[in-house]
């Protein structure tokens, strides 16, 4: 029997949640046309009868100093040092640039695992296939090069075949009917987050994060109350994420309320609100509690 944890590294808006969850059939991964969605060690699970693939997202690698960077770069460097094999996913719509340089160095450090490489995006017109091939076959030397969609599902099978065939021996590390190993606090704040950040644009996305004040199951496990915070920056944000006669926050928790019904056995009751919590990317405490 195979079983492989696989790390999924790449650089932002790659295609790097989207094909997590186009891989496990199911919605593990919050994805967003802003950068930087991803900030936590996400776990999708696939089980067949060939074994388990444990595959851990992780933020996007991009160079930058600042301190919530460092973390989010530290979460890609503790996924490598877990994983048994690497799937980096390349985005073939953009030109390769500095951050693949820094992914193939990192790599370089990694030689005895096996390296899948995706260039993702190819339902697009405009790719640099030729110029990325040529890069990564010569400096990253992949075990397999597939080329995907994560968007229509182009590729994704083969890739999984891919995967399994070298993936190591052993024995299966979480149920077999386990899709994830994320918590429903976790998955709703995330979800939260997903549908605010589909509607917010500039700084804010960024300067968002969602806090489960309480939740609490209710006759006889068939409601889940949650109450929750769509925690910003300033003050000016707050009336931003609210909206006018409070028509966004409204839309993000009937968004959040159709998405929790999809993926939970019970019904989810939700009490969203929205306060500032300044400065919160700079505060370590918050930081490392975020990333798990
Ligand atoms: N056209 C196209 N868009 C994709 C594909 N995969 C991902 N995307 C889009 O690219 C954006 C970033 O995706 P996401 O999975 O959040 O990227 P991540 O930062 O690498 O996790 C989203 O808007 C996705 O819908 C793909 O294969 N084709
Ligand atoms: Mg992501």
Known sequence: MKSAFVAIIGRPS??????LNSLC????????????????KIRGIITTEEGQLVFIDTPGFHHSDKKFNQYLKEVVYSSLDEADMILYVVDATRPPGKEEQEIIELLNKQKEKPVLLAVNKIDQKGTHLTEIKGLLS???????LMETSALNGTGVDELKARLYELAPEGELMYPKEFYTDQEPEFRIAEIIREKAISQLSDEIPHALYVEIADMEMKNEGKELWVRAF???????????????QAKRIKWIRIASLKEFKKIFPYKVRLDLRVKVNSKWRRKDYLLKGMFH
């Open 14 to 19: 790659a295609g790097k949640s989207t094909l």
């Open 25 to 40: 059939g199911e919605k593990v991964s919050i994805t967003a046309d802003v950068p930087q969605t991803t900030r936590n």
């Open 138 to 144: 010569v400096n990253v030397h992949p075990d397999a």
């Open 230 to 244: 769509l925690t910003v920056e300033s003050e000016s944000q707050v009336g931003i994420v609210v909206g006018k």
